[in-house]
């Protein structure tokens, strides 16, 4: 049942029907009013309404705010995805609400992002921005399309294929000597890593009890993708410090 008062210089107008919450709107004209109360409980009586007073309440900022608490704690690589999503809660798109958040918009987001950063970059940000509208159309009751899933992508930058050449690596080995403040760690830590392609992650926590120096092999029990995965260890990789003899040296 549907009723209408003046509500400052509009109509206020207010849908209630029983199992549903009531469903207040201000318009210019009483006349207004009255068809936005017809074609609403129309959408009730086919079964077709759904609720999007949630979403006019909330903006991104709101819902990126939200996940940095409930979810990205619990994610890998959180210390990073925070910075980040701490940096797109100040950009003007985080403002909107989600009821207005269209992919019009989220499109001049990403023209505008690719004048300041890499097409690598702006990919990574709008695939964090749809996992987050995901997490809140499934978990939270935002019942509104994803915008980012109708959106262009910019195109993924080629794959890195060049590696330090044996000047390279001799230069960036003396550069790293245990000098000063350095820790005396950072560069048989990078001398591992070129010797096993390993990620920081994965070389900041191995465990002894992962290395098996006689079969020459690092287990890793938790990589980036999620899956484990032992790491082959030539004799280089055997012979840098750290790993001589079997132990710390």
């Not at 940095?68 to 959180?78: I, R």
């Not at 109708?150 to 000098?179: F, H, Y």
């Not at 290395?211 to 030539?234: C, H, M, W, Y």
Request: proline share 5%; charged share 25%.
């Amino acid at each position: 049942m549907a009723s209408f008062r003046q509500h400052g210089n509009g109509w206020q107008g207010r849908v209630r029907r029983r199992g549903y919450p009531d469903i207040v709107k201000t318009f210019q004209t009483k006349a207004d009013a009255e068809k936005w109360a017809r074609s609403l409980e129309a959408e009730i009586d086919k079964g077709q309404f759904v609720s999007v007073s949630e979403a006019q309440r909330t903006t991104l900022g709101d819902l990126i705010a939200r996940h940095l608490v409930e979810v990205t704690p619990s994610m890998k690589g959180a210390a990073e995805d925070t910075i980040r999503l701490k940096a797109m809660m100040r950009k003007p798109i985080a403002r909107w609400s989600m009821a207005n958040l269209s992919a019009a918009r989220i499109a001049d987001f990403r023209d505008e992002r690719l004048k300041e950063v890499s097409g690598g970059t702006v990919i990574r940000e709008l695939a964090y921005l749809s996992a987050i509208i995901n997490h809140a159309r499934r978990e939270w009751g935002i019942n509104v399309p994803n915008p980012v899933q109708m959106v262009r992508k910019p195109q993924s930058p080629q794959a890195r294929s060049r590696v330090l050449t044996d000047e390279e690596a001799v230069r960036l080995l003396e550069a790293l000597e245990p000098t000063g403040r350095r820790s005396h760690w950072t560069k048989p830590v990078v001398q591992l890593a070129l010797a096993t392609a390993m990620r920081r992650g994965e070389l900041l926590s191995l465990r002894w009890e992962h290395i098996d120096l006689q079969g020459r092999t690092a287990f890793l029990p938790d990589t980036k993708n999620g899956e484990s995965r032992t790491v082959p260890l030539s004799s280089v990789a055997v012979n840098r410090p750290g790993f001589r003899g079997g132990q710390l040296v």
